[in-house]
């Protein structure tokens, strides 16, 4: 009778752990079945992800994302986020991936996990009227900046640099802000900056400092998907390789970026 009954519990605890295996199946095996990938990517940042004339996202991030999707053999879904919620989205599992030019940092890898290696990276700025005449970031201090909520670099930049910050939740109020003189400048991503002035509406803005804070941009998954990390891991390996990333910065005009050649020439 008792050997019966462990068998009974035996057999039990096998369904349950067959069980929980299948209900824990990963992001990457939940994309295939489906047919669809979704990439959580900026609608906001010129050239890298913005909305053209009829409403799609477009840009050399969106053009990562599609090439992931072509690889997978599956459609591409593609959900516009800000440095607010991207991370919230992919914990949320509202997205299945995240290009979103967002920076690698240390407190950022406790809640998600980035692909190892990086595919671009980027320095902080300010875009600042040329009236301002600004030229040190020491002018800057006690002056109203014009920030992102959630930019890692907010806070470095209050404390080390001692601006008083004004954040926004996306680019647009950012923008209205500076044009209606609310603060003397946006500091932001130097790549998003060079790409905003090829508009001739910020003809009477400038670049004008050195940049710094230079960090690499991660793509990121959910915390646990083993698979889907070495299958993005193997992909960022051969866009280095192949110079895909070199590629589509001369599509969107993007200057040819230091990190780029370096890391083509590593992998190649």
Partial sequence: MLKKVICVVAASLALSVIGTTAARAGVLDDVKKKGVLVVGTKADYRPFGYLDPSGKIVGLE???AADVAKRLGVKLELVPVVASNRIQFLQQGKIDL??????????????VDFIDPNYYGSGTNVLAPKSAKITGWDQLKGKKVCLIQGAFYNKELQEKYGVDGVAFPGTAEVYTALRNGNCVGFAYDDTAIVGEMLKPEWSAYEMPLDSI?????????????????????????????????????????????KFAQEMNAKYK
């Fill in 62 to 64: 969106a053009d990562l």
């Fill in 98 to 111: 995240m290009i979103a030019t967002t920076s690698d940092t240390p407190d950022r890898r406790k809640v």
């Fill in 213 to 257: 804070l230079f960090v690499p941009w991660g793509i990121a998954v959910k915390q646990g998907e083993k698979d889907l990390v070495d299958f993005m891991a193997k992909t960022t390996i051969d866009w280095h390789k192949t110079g895909f990333i070199q590629q589509l910065e001369k599509k969107w005009g993007v200057k040819p970026t």
